[in-house]
Structure formats: structure tokens, C-alpha cells
């Protein structure tokens, strides 16, 4: 069981709050045997060969007692984010009361100062804030931290209240992490908003550059009657460890890249294990519960790679050691050269899967590190469950509904009745889901019926057709400036589209992102489609999209291939509907019209 007093010894030593509650996990006493869940890699790391003691000399250092920086040996040939990094210390901005004085600086100052542009449009990222130059020039996305994507009624209107003083600059989205994402957020109003959140026991802390991500969770955790664990005390001792209780937590802020976690806790692996650079797989060892380690899943634009197993076995009361173990190891011995070639697989694949172990079991705090368990918990034969609609409870008297949010995308008003909806016919709780959708919990059987026939749910269904179900799209171009096409009402377009001209037999899950960094996750897709740019049949410069074919999730999980390239938007719609057809058993509809 984890255990929260098991993470004071491992945050910095300066004062911080109390550490988040959390109830304790309820682990499935029938274990399923099957073998470790993992797909082979797409690139076999390199052969363990013995590593020369110079290799595995740490590139960063302490300094007063706070900040970890590059060693000034290690200072040649740095990506241009290392180097912001080197002019000023990001955390400083939150750890030492920076931003007070930024917010209160207008912009034509700020834009005449090397370190303060840096501060609006780097550095402001430790915090969460990303600066939407190119789009909205002024504005600020803020994304939060939401371990296990569960949050309350109360943090719900607060948000809510944030982006609605906005107007039409405001709204928020569901992201792919699990968590919110609130657009429109002005430079001034930054304090106050670190305040609220705080107030209402949200942070956005250390959720973007080279941190680490939300904490992934079973959304139907301690809710689902066939759970494996309750996630939900894992991931909010990772988040509380990640920032140290909102303090900052400065170890673990100067990362080579950014890095992700999840804990499975159910058959159905809707936290995604394979793309994660540290997934923690339920299994028994020795009668103990614990979790096999799988590392170095990613996305990237060049190369996308599956979780491999670390060949480690730790009690659950251990998840926060590890973690810290992996990210030390990362962050000292991680390449800061090529920003394409930083992340944790890049070191796995030059060390070799034992050495990069090695180094992970030094950093544990007794020096050891468990071989794996022979077998997970996971059954591979797992059927994976649709969570939209009305589901029952292992509590009994009890469902949870599941809503279909189009693209992820909520307006202030959408918002406040949600949370709403939360309190008059649940436990004032929202959960938040990989596909960008929401759960309300908790609800009494006697209650549903009214639940349905509320008006929000014509907007964001229980049931919503079987292509729109698993359609998932990133903020796309209209404000963010890395977008090279516009995705979230794209999608919903070419959907409906490809609607018109089949029908399928099952949901086919279709992800758009608007780049090659692909927040959208295209790779794990069934059809997914990533942003490009091409020339028409008229040589018209046009927004267009390659397609990938082939991803898989669940416990047979695999990642896309790329299927055809740079693809006009316009003409999506027939060639998706081929595929559909040729791969996913769909029927056209002119053939239907015919037997008819």
C-alpha cells in the first residue's frame, strides 16, 4: 500500500505542505497470470558493452543546495533550451517569488530584455504557462497538474470562473495527459490565479518543458469492479513527490526533456503504458504486491518508440524511490545536445537496458533493485471496456457515466455544469480520461435517469457514434504556435464526413495532431493523422495531413506506421473511408442504400 509519510525522505530539504490525501489502494485479491506486457521495440537498443566510469560521471551538480545545473565540462555544443537554462534558473520564478515582479512588467519591457523574453516564453513553462506568441500574442495557455485526472466540483468552477473572465479568449481543454488545460490566461493576472489554484488544492507547477507530466491513473479507479489496484494513492504520491507538495521540487527540474509516468491499474491499460518513460505494471512477487517497471516509451517527431522491461520488481511501498532512482539517473548521465535525441530511450539505447538498470539500482536507497516478477497481473485476453455510458459500480447502488467531450474542448459555461452536474447527482467529483473525455462518479442508480436527460449531455454524450467516440485531436493551430494545421474542428469535420460515406461495425479510434511532436498521439491511433503541409492538384500551398494506420492499445498494444503522406485536408475523407472499409470492416453506404 502506498504509503504518504514513505515520501517525506525523499523531497528537498526545505519546508513544504502537507502531503496530499489520498485514500489507500485496494489491490484485487484474484491475480491473472500472463506474461510481462511490453511490444517489441521498433529499434533494439544497442548490446550492453561495458561503460567507461568517465560515461557515468553525472553532467549536473547542486549548487546551494537547491538548483541541480550543467557541469562546466558538459557545456559544448547545448540545444538552445539548455542554454536558457544556464542564463537563469526557471524555478527561480516561482521559488523565489519571480513572477510577482514579471506580471507586473508590460510587455514592451519585457520584449526589450534577452532574460525577461526568455522568462515569457521558456523559462514560464517550469510554471506551467506557455506564452501563445504566434496566436495570441499576450496570452498564456496554463496546464495543471491532475494526478490521475480526478478533480472536484469546487477546482471544476474555479477554473471555470478563470477563463470566463476572459470571454471569447477563454476556454479549456481536456488534454491527453489526464488533466486540464485553461487558454486565454493574461501575464497580469498570473499571481492571483497561482493563489486560486492553490486555494483549491490545484497546481500547475512543473507540468511543462523538462519536468515531469501529469501522473496517468485508471480513470474508474476505486470505482471499477474489476480493477486490478486503485491508482489513485500512486499517483497523487508521484505528484506530490514531483512537486514537492507545490513547493517546487527543484532535483528533478532540470531534466534533459520531458518525461512521463503512469500506474496501471486495470486490465484495460487505458493509461497507456507503452508510450510512457516509467510505467508501473501491477504484479505479485513473493506473495507482495508490487508493480514491474517498464521504461523509455515515447513520441517524438523522428521516432516513436514502445516501454521496455527494466527487468525490476519493486513493493508498492517503493513506487517513489524508483521514480526518483529513474529520473536521477536520467538527469544525470541524459545528453543535452540534439533536443531530438534527449529523451530517456536515446540513453537507455546508447547504455544498454542492464547499464542503465545498473545505474537506476545505485541511486536506490539501499542500493538494491529487485529482479522482475515472472508474471503481471495484466490479461493479455482482456477485452478492452468502452467507459462511455452508463456503467455500474463495485460500490453497490452506484454507476459512473461516462461523457463523450468532442475533441477535449469545454467552454466556461460548459464547465460550470459539469461541476454542476457533479454535486446535484454524484460526490461533487470529475474524473478526466487519456481521450480527452470526463466521468462523473459516484452516481445513485435512482438518479441516472434524470443525469441523461440533462441538457449538457445533447452536447457531450453518453453515446456518441462509433467514429466520434475515439476521435482525439491537440489544440491544433489556432493557438498554438508549433500547429501547422488547424485539428480539433477539422476532425469533427472529416469525421462527419467519412460518416457519410460508411458505416462501421465497431469505434475505430482516429487521433489527429497538428505537428510532428504529436501531442495528439497519432502512433497509437487506429487511423491518426499528423499535420503537414502540401500542394493541391492546382499547386496551391494547402493544410494537409499524413496518415498512420495500425496502432493498437490494450495489452496486445503496438504503435503506427505511417500509411500515406501529405494528404490535402480535403481529400481525407474518401481515402479514410477506404481504409475503414479495406481494414476495419465498414460498409458503404451507397451499398447499404442499394440492398435497401
Known amino acids: 500500500m502506498a504509503s504518504s509519510a514513505s515520501l517525506q525522505r525523499f523531497l528537498p530539504p526545505y519546508p513544504h505542505a502537507a502531503a496530499s490525501r489520498c485514500r489507500p489502494p485496494g489491490v484485487r485479491a484474484r491475480p491473472v497470470q500472463s506474461s510481462t506486457v511490453s511490444a517489441p521495440s521498433s529499434s533494439t537498443p544497442a548490446a550492453d558493452e561495458a561503460v567507461s566510469a568517465e560515461r557515468l560521471e553525472p553532467r549536473v551538480e547542486q549548487r546551494e543546495g537547491r538548483y541541480w545545473v550543467l557541469k562546466e565540462k558538459y557545456r559544448t555544443g547545448l540545444n538552445p533550451q539548455e542554454k536558457v537554462k544556464l542564463g537563469k534558473e526557471p524555478m527561480s520564478l516561482f521559488m523565489e517569488g519571480g513572477i510577482k515582479e514579471l506580471a507586473k512588467m508590460p510587455m514592451e519591457e519585457i520584449e526589450a530584455d534577452k532574460l525577461s523574453k526568455e522568462d515569457i516564453d521558456v523559462r514560464l513553462k517550469w510554471l506551467g504557462l506557455f506564452h501563445r506568441r504566434k496566436h495570441q500574442y499576450g496570452r498564456f495557455m496554463m496546464r495543471l497538474k491532475l494526478p490521475n485526472g480526478v478533480t472536484t466540483s469546487e477546482q471544476t468552477r474555479y477554473l471555470a470562473s478563470v477563463i470566463e473572465a476572459y470571454g471569447k479568449e477563454g476556454c479549456a481543454d481536456v488534454t491527453t495527459r489526464q488533466n486540464w488545460q485553461i487558454r486565454g490566461v493574461t501575464l497580469p493576472d498570473v499571481p492571483a490565479i497561482l493563489d ?28 471499477d469492479p474489476d480493477e486490478i489496484v486503485d491508482t489513485r494513492s500512486y499517483t497523487n504520491l508521484l505528484s506530490s513527490y514531483i512537486t514537492s507538495n507545490f513547493q517546487g521540487n527543484p532535483t528533478i527540474t532540470n531534466l534533459p526533456r520531458k518525461w512521463n509516468v503512469c500506474v496501471i491499474g486495470s486490465h484495460d491499460l487505458y493509461e497507456h503504458p507503452h508510450i510512457n518513460d516509467l510505467a508501473y505494471m501491477p504484479a505479485v512477487k513473493g506473495g507482495k504486491f508490487g508493480f514491474n517497471l517498464l521504461v523509455g516509451g515515447f513520441i517524438s517527431p ?28 536520467y538527469r544525470d548521465l541524459g545528453t543535452r545536445g540534439n533536443r531530438q535525441k534527449t529523451r530517456m530511450m536515446w540513453l537507455i539505447d546508447e547504455l544498454g537496458m542492464e547499464a ?8 536506490m536507497p539501499n542500493g538494491v533493485l529487485e529482479r522482475a516478477a515472472p508474471d503481471d497481473l495484466i490479461d493479455k485476453k482482456w477485452q478492452r471496456r468502452d467507459y462511455l455510458g452508463v456503467h455500474p459500480q463495485k460500490q453497490e447502488g452506484m454507476s459512473y457515466v461516462g461523457l463523450h467531450v468532442p475533441v477535449g474542448r469545454v467552454q466556461a459555461a460548459d464547465m460550470f455544469e459539469l461541476a454542476r452536474l457533479a454535486d446535484e447527482y454524484g460526490s461533487g467529483e470529475l474524473r478526466l480520461t487519456v481521450e480527452q473525455n470526463i466521468v462523473i462518479p459516484n452516481v ?37 504556435g508549433q500547429a501547422i494545421i488547424e485539428t480539433k474542428q477539422r476532425a469533427l469535420l472529416v469525421t462527419s464526413q467519412v460518416e457519410k460515406l460508411v458505416s462501421v461495425p465497431r469505434a475505430v479510434r482516429m487521433h489527429w495532431t497538428g505537428c510532428p511532436n504529436s501531442c495528439g498521439q ?5 487511423i491518426g493523422f499528423m499535420g503537414c503541409l502540401t500542394k493541391d492538384s492546382a499547386g496551391k500551398i494547402v493544410e494537409a495531413a499524413d496518415i498512420f494506420v495500425g496502432g493498437r492499445v490494450g495489452s496486445d498494444s503496438h504503435l503506427a506506421g505511417v500509411y500515406k503522406k501529405s494528404v490535402p485536408c480535403d481529400e481525407l475523407a474518401p481515402i479514410v473511408a477506404d481504409i475503414l472499409v479495406e481494414r476495419f470492416g465498414a460498409v458503404r453506404r451507397e451499398r447499404e442504400e442499394d440492398e435497401e
Open 522 to 526: 497519432v502512433q497509437v491511433a487506429d
Open 444 to 480: 445513485k442508480d435512482e438518479k441516472v435517469e434524470a443525469l441523461l436527460a440533462e441538457p449538457l449531455l445533447q452536447k457531450f454524450s453518453p453515446q456518441p457514434s462509433l467514429l466520434l467516440k475515439g476521435l482525439v485531436a491537440c489544440t491544433g493551430n489556432q493557438f498554438c
Open 196 to 223: 486560486g489554484l492553490n486555494a483549491v488544492g490545484l497546481t500547475s507547477l512543473q507540468s511543462g518543458m523538462d519536468n515531469v507530466r501529469n501522473p496517468v491513473g485508471n480513470p474508474l479507479a476505486g470505482i
Open 302 to 329: 523522428k521516432r516513436w518508440e514502445e516501454a521496455l522491461p527494466l527487468d525490476a520488481w519493486v513493493p508498492g511501498d517503493d513506487i517513489i524511490p524508483v521514480c526518483k532512482a529513474v529520473l536521477e539517473a
Open 356 to 363: 542503465f538498470r545498473s545505474e537506476v539500482e545505485k541511486r
